[in-house]
């Protein structure tokens, strides 16, 4: 097995270690910088609007960026809101960012769910499907390098044809990112990779929506996203990552029991424990499977469990936890990339 692992990078800033945004932004595109060289294959960045805490709302800028600070590792979204972005702007960033980078850039999009980033700017969160749906085939096209006209529900386009292209063809690799049946059925429909946020079923889900689609599995990419942290010991890696893991689970419970788009979401936040319970239970379910923080072979054996349970290609670390700080990022990831890459690249 040769698995593809990144980090993923959120660039949150919350009250409990707040520093001043410039030292956040410039510490973080250094350690994505440092990344690359300790082997990781991919950075992704991952998009919310109006948070507190600064989560990233502008991942072309950073995409650009990285660019220009790096040389080999992919840069991705994980994810943009496609719904919230102009499809003509979006495919003309994703098309400059993939010449400044020489062909390393993958998009990702997906529906998004916190009401507050679609009601606030007059966007009913019932479009968001459809606005999908529709921006993101006119995308493709665009990034495709067809002229295109269209006359949609949401967009309007008169012979338009992006310019510059594109560099990598037929297009740069388009994700969908998705959690329910329905938005998994949509990324295979469309022919788009599936960037996942859930248990390991999801997987299988998603590769079965292909078969359905008439599409072969075996080409197209999977990309798992964990919530990892390691150190030395067991109880070291809880104790360092607890109070920014926990912050982490709480907003998104917060955010999920708004949306109340799945069954069961209202009752997100019922039940998670304290920091100091996390850290005395050293273990943590996180979007259905555990959290993978430990010691390196506790990080093996939790990859393994998760390789034997379905189809994956790619590894999305969720490692730059909120609020922990950049040494200890940079520890984590330095432990990780010589002591569990090596089990999983060969």
């Known amino acids: 097995m040769n698995l593809r692992f990144g980090v993923l990078w959120p660039f949150r800033n919350p009250a409990f270690n707040k520093v001043p945004w410039e030292q956040l932004y410039r510490s973080h595109l250094d350690l994505i910088s440092a990344s690359e060289g300790l082997g990781y294959d991919d950075a992704w960045l991952t998009e919310h609007h109006f948070v507190d805490d600064g989560y990233s709302p502008s991942l072309l800028a950073i995409a650009a960026a990285l660019s220009q600070r790096t040389t080999n590792i992919r840069i991705g979204t994980f994810l943009v809101l496609a719904p919230l972005h102009n499809p003509i702007r979006l495919a003309e960033d994703t098309a400059t960012v993939d010449l400044m980078s020489n062909g390393r850039f993958d998009l990702g ?16 969160h019932t479009e968001r499907g459809s606005r999908l749906q529709e921006g993101m085939a006119i995308v493709q096209k665009l990034l495709s390098g067809e002229s295109v006209t269209h006359e949609g529900k949401y967009y309007y386009l008169n012979d338009i044809k992006i310019s510059p292209p594109a560099l990598q063809k037929p297009h740069p690799p388009i994700w969908l990112g998705a959690i329910a049946p329905k938005a998994i059925e949509r990324a295979a429909k469309m022919g788009f990779h599936f960037q996942s946020v859930g248990p390991a079923e999801l997987n299988t889900a998603y590769d079965g929506a292909l078969v359905a689609a008439g599409r072969d599995p ?6 798992a996203q964990r919530a990892v942290y390691v150190a030395k010991s067991r109880s070291q890696a809880w104790e360092e990552c607890a109070r920014s893991l926990h912050y982490l689970t709480e907003c998104y419970a917060k955010w999920f029991a708004e949306a109340n788009d799945q069954e069961g979401d209202d009752q997100a936040l019922k039940g998670l424990p304290t920091v100091d319970e996390m850290i005395k239970a050293q273990s943590f379910n996180f979007f259905g499977e555990d959290a993978i923080v430990g010691t390196p072979d506790d990080a093996k054996q939790m990859i393994s469990d998760y390789v034997s349970r379905g189809r994956f290609t790619h590894m999305v670390l969720q490692m730059a936890l909120p609020g922990l700080a950049p040494h200890l990022i940079h520890k984590s990831m330095d432990i990780f990339a010589k002591n569990v890459l090596p089990a999983f690249k060969k």
């Open 218 to 223: 075996q080409e197209y990419n999977i990309a």
């Open 109 to 124: 999009v997906g529906l998004g769910y916190r009401r507050k980033e679609f009601s606030d700017q007059g966007i009913s």
